[in-house]
């Protein structure tokens, strides 16, 4: 029997530690590449998140105080049923979110791995002890940060929910679950469903679909210490400002316009396939996409016409049915911001090499050639199949670029001087960084973040940032005896 097949998910939220109808009704989930209704979900209003939080603050210091083998444990177990249920996962994540099965398949790879290596963090050292002048002993020790939401977007929802649920929860916080509304099953319910049959206690995991309203109201709840955010960078700003007056901590993990540099010495081929990767995988609906393409002068004109040729041959179609390579956009306002900057860079000057053009919505791979640097799909993130590419006339010139962008997300490097290409990367302020490969990664045990308009820095990914990210600091002493003060 399937995850889903065994409970009362239609219409409904995961609330308390139980499937529950919303305050706020519900709404289908609708399938982009055909507009058919998978399902309904239940949408959650701020009153939901008020009951949730409280019972979340209550269940949270008894998870905190087991031992940390128990929590481990559950984590481990999350991880196994992530692969257990792949099958069932992914066709979710094909048919809600369209992305192609390898995307899919990816998605399930990283939430088993987030777990196994949140599964870590419970047996971490969690303190040090400190040197005092006076007669006691000292300590630093970490303590969960309580209840914690993150707040995950639409174009990765598994990776980009998994990567702060599973660690919030193995270091003993409770956690408040916002995924998009339009992504809600694979990024939100099925997540709730792992971690109900992983043995997680109730009231600890609590999945709130709905809108601004919602986000707000985790953000400005009492309970809440923490805000983990994945989306777009305006909606950040907005989020780290009300966080701020509410003295929360906000973890920002925004936008990105990264940039592909292929130095003068760097093999075309070579380049192309890794441009082809960062540009168009996932209907380039990744925060890492390739979004400005930096080649030099020397190797520009060859670079436009193999990327325009491969562009032309990726076949385009529903992943659920056919075996494609791009699948569809989210929805019709997605494919016309993706449109609407393609066209008005070509109107100020861009050359069409390949692509423009879309059907409902699936958006052809389109390669952009001679974009000036004002041109809105150099200038913006895209957050679509769209390939920009700009000639350069030296190193100079392509460092100037890649770090003129208000973004400082990935940064990808294609040289036959691997050494060469680390010192340029030096020089270009960005929280990413591969030599010879193109700006799409991640791994669970790598920190995971960005710099100026893409983020807070790296507030995910390994050890460390994670037990930064989602606990506090507290100083213990302890005396044999109480001292004698003067007074």
């Given at each position: 029997?399937?995850?889903?097949?065994?409970v009362?998910?239609?219409?409904?939220?995961?609330?308390?530690?139980?499937?529950?109808?919303?305050?706020?009704?519900?709404?289908?989930?609708?399938?982009?590449?055909?507009?058919?209704?998978?399902?309904?979900?239940?949408?959650?209003?701020p009153?939901?998140?008020t009951?949730?939080?409280?019972n979340?603050?209550?269940?949270?210091?008894?998870?905190?105080?087991?031992?940390?083998?128990?929590?481990?444990?559950?984590?481990?177990?999350?991880?196994?049923?992530?692969?257990?249920?792949?099958?069932?996962?992914?066709?979710?994540?094909?048919?809600?979110?369209?992305?192609?099965?390898g995307?899919?398949?990816?998605?399930?790879?990283?939430?088993?791995?987030?777990?196994?290596?949140?599964?870590s963090?419970?047996?971490?050292?969690?303190?040090?002890?400190?040197?005092?002048?006076?007669?006691?002993?000292?300590?630093?020790?970490?303590?969960?940060?309580?209840?914690?939401?993150?707040?995950?977007?639409?174009?990765?929802?598994?990776?980009?929910?998994?990567?702060?649920?599973?660690?919030?929860?193995?270091?003993?916080?409770?956690?408040?679950?916002?995924?998009?509304?339009?992504?809600?099953?694979?990024?939100?319910?099925?997540?709730a469903?792992?971690?109900?049959e992983?043995?997680?206690?109730?009231?600890?995991?609590?999945?709130?679909?709905?809108?601004?309203?919602?986000?707000?109201?985790?953000?400005?709840?009492?309970?809440?210490?923490?805000?983990?955010?994945?989306?777009?960078?305006?909606?950040?700003?907005?989020?780290?400002?009300?966080?701020g007056?509410?003295?929360?901590?906000?973890?920002?993990?925004?936008?990105?316009?990264?940039?592909l540099?292929?130095?003068d010495?760097?093999?075309?081929?070579?380049?192309?396939?890794?441009?082809?990767?960062g540009?168009?995988?996932?209907?380039?609906?990744?925060?890492?996409?390739?979004?400005?393409?930096?080649?030099?002068?020397?190797?520009?004109?060859?670079?436009?016409?193999?990327?325009?040729?491969k562009?032309?041959k990726?076949?385009?179609?529903?992943?659920?049915?056919?075996?494609?390579?791009?699948?569809?956009?989210?929805?019709?306002?997605?494919?016309?911001?993706?449109?609407?900057?393609?066209?008005?860079?070509v109107?100020?000057?861009?050359?069409?090499?390949?692509?423009?053009t879309?059907?409902?919505?699936?958006?052809?791979?389109?390669?952009?050639?001679?974009v000036?640097?004002?041109a809105p799909?150099?200038?913006?993130?895209?957050?679509?199949?769209?390939?920009?590419?700009?000639?350069?006339?030296?190193?100079?010139?392509?460092?100037?670029?890649?770090?003129?962008?208000?973004?400082g997300?990935?940064?990808?490097?294609?040289?036959?001087?691997?050494?060469?290409?680390?010192?340029?990367a030096?020089?270009?302020?960005?929280?990413?960084?591969?030599?010879?490969?193109?700006?799409?990664?991640?791994?669970?045990?790598?920190?995971?973040?960005?710099?100026?308009?893409?983020?807070?820095?790296s507030?995910?990914?390994g050890?460390?940032?994670?037990?930064?990210?989602?606990?506090?600091?507290?100083?213990?002493?302890?005396?044999?005896?109480?001292?004698?003060?003067p007074?």
């Amino acid at each position: 029997m399937g995850l889903l097949d065994s409970v009362d998910w239609q219409g409904n939220i995961f609330k308390n530690g139980a499937w529950t109808a919303s305050h706020g009704g519900d709404y289908a989930v609708v399938e982009p590449a055909t507009g058919a209704e998978l399902g309904r979900m239940g949408r959650a209003t701020p009153e939901d998140v008020t009951e949730a939080a409280a019972n979340a603050a209550q269940a949270q210091r008894d998870w905190a105080a087991l031992p940390h083998t128990a929590r481990a444990a559950v984590l481990r177990k999350a991880g196994d049923l992530w692969q257990q249920h792949a099958e069932e996962i992914s066709g979710w994540n094909v048919r809600e979110v369209g992305a192609v099965p390898g995307m899919a398949g990816f998605a399930l790879h990283v939430a088993a791995e987030e777990c196994y290596e949140a599964a870590s963090l419970p047996a971490r050292a969690i303190g040090e002890v400190l040197p005092s002048e006076e007669p006691r002993l000292s300590m630093a020790r970490r303590m969960p940060a309580g209840a914690v939401a993150v707040i995950s977007p639409f174009n990765v929802p598994i990776i980009l929910g998994i990567r702060s649920v599973a660690p919030a929860l193995a270091l003993g916080n409770a956690v408040l679950l916002k995924p998009d509304p339009r992504t809600a099953v694979t990024g939100g319910a099925l997540m709730a469903r792992i971690f109900e049959e992983a043995g997680l206690p109730p009231g600890l995991l609590h999945m709130l679909p709905g809108g601004a309203d919602v986000g707000e109201a985790l953000i400005t709840d009492p309970h809440i210490r923490v805000i983990s955010f994945t989306g777009s960078t305006p909606v950040g700003r907005r989020i780290g400002e009300l966080a701020g007056k509410h003295l929360k901590r906000a973890h920002l993990e925004l936008g990105g316009n990264s940039a592909l540099l292929v130095l003068d010495d760097a093999d075309v081929d070579e380049a192309v396939n890794l441009a082809t990767w960062g540009s168009f995988f996932h209907q380039g609906q990744i925060c890492m996409t390739t979004g400005r393409h930096l080649v030099s002068d020397r190797l520009y004109d060859d670079f436009v016409e193999r990327l325009a040729a491969k562009a032309g041959k990726l076949p385009v179609g529903d992943p659920a049915t056919g075996e494609v390579a791009l699948g569809p956009v989210i929805d019709a306002g997605q494919r016309d911001k993706i449109h609407g900057l393609v066209t008005a860079s070509v109107d100020q000057g861009a050359t069409l090499a390949s692509g423009g053009t879309y059907e409902d919505l699936f958006y052809r791979p389109t390669v952009l050639a001679d974009v000036p640097v004002a041109a809105p799909a150099f200038a913006d993130e895209v957050f679509g199949p769209v390939a920009p590419v700009t000639r350069v006339s030296s190193i100079d010139q392509a460092i100037e670029l890649a770090a003129a962008s208000e973004y400082g997300l990935s940064l990808g490097i294609v040289t036959r001087d691997a050494m060469r290409g680390l010192a340029v990367a030096e020089q270009i302020p960005t929280g990413i960084v591969h030599i010879n490969d193109q700006t799409v990664n991640d791994e669970a045990n790598a920190p995971f973040g960005g710099v100026r308009a893409s983020g807070t820095g790296s507030r995910f990914g390994g050890a460390a940032a994670n037990i930064e990210a989602f606990t506090e600091t507290r100083w213990i002493t302890m005396r044999g005896t109480p001292p004698q003060y003067p007074l």
